[in-house]
């Protein structure tokens, strides 16, 4: 039982760079999840997908990576999955996507995925359904369509790519669904748990300190009402209620999870969800803590040099435990 804290060392150059990344990022609005924001990315959400989704697969393929849709899951509530197969698997690594559990999708997380595909890992990118009051599409739906996710990729994924281990990636929201489908699998009697990383998740929905205390330059998000907004993913419910386990997994029972590494962003207002989580599951398993100096939230999709320093290191950390446990996923924290 152990964590382990790293630093992503920058060169001076580096830093500026991420700087100067961060000045533009200053100049653009903040995310609020309501009004004519959130309608406008709904609407542009399929179009950006279906586009980015033909792009991104004709420059994976020119990389010898191969690329396909499956839908998994029973049939009335099937859940799509964008695979992307090298030619040699290694592992396969189950991608959950960020965007506030209202937008996003699996194509449009190529550039986050293709990295892994490119370097020898077979990568399933879960569509999972987003959260819509129009259509009744809650917390729950959302995690239970990544738990299907993960019984795939355990029971049927290991034998069609021919690999033995799975590993779980999950960004912002992504991390967040990735945590409470592991939970629900272990709650299930699951031992086969993969081992995960958690890239600035969101693990306590009625808002840690960092959440509590973010100011108006706060990047990306509008910081004074953070937690507000936070609130409006669960409605009726107080901050007692959304720290439940099953919406915050930072108060769940994380005995028995497997390897984790988490990735936290130095200016990140969510920052101290990943510094509570890892402390949390380091004490009773393990798990590795990766501080990105300069790094707001989000900061793999803006072109700073930390993105791909950080992705390096992900790449790495993974690379060790295939070494450390090549063969059993029915153990994962030996």
Known sequence: MA??????PLTPAQTRAALRVNAALSLAPRLKPAGWRLQLGLRLNGFAGYAAGRIGSLA??????AVSRLQVGPDDKAVGLRLLEPAAPRALVVDFHGGGWVIGSAALNDRLTGHLAQA???????????????????????????????????DEGRARFGVDRVFVIGESAGAHLAALALLKLGDEGETRLP??????????????????TAGADALLFDGPNLVRDLGLLTPGLDEIGRRAPDLSPLYADLSGLPPALFVAGEIDPLTDDSLLMAEAWGRVGRAVLLDVPTAPHGFQHFGAPTAALAQAFMRDWISRELDADPLSVENPNA
């Not at 819509?132 to 355990?154: F, G």
């Not at 693990?203 to 959440?211: I, V």
Request: charged share 25%; with cysteine.
């Open 195 to 212: 081992a995960c990383i958690f890239v600035q998740g969101v693990f306590d929905l009625s808002g840690t300190p960092s959440a509590r």
């Open 120 to 154: 020898g890992l077979a990568v399933a990118s879960v569509d999972y359904r987003l959260l819509d009051e129009v259509k009744k599409v809650w917390m729950p739906d959302a995690v239970e369509d990544c738990a299907t996710a993960l019984r795939w990729a355990i």
């Open 3 to 8: 964590l382990t804290v790293h630093t992503l």
């Open 60 to 65: 994976l393929r020119r990389r010898g990576v």
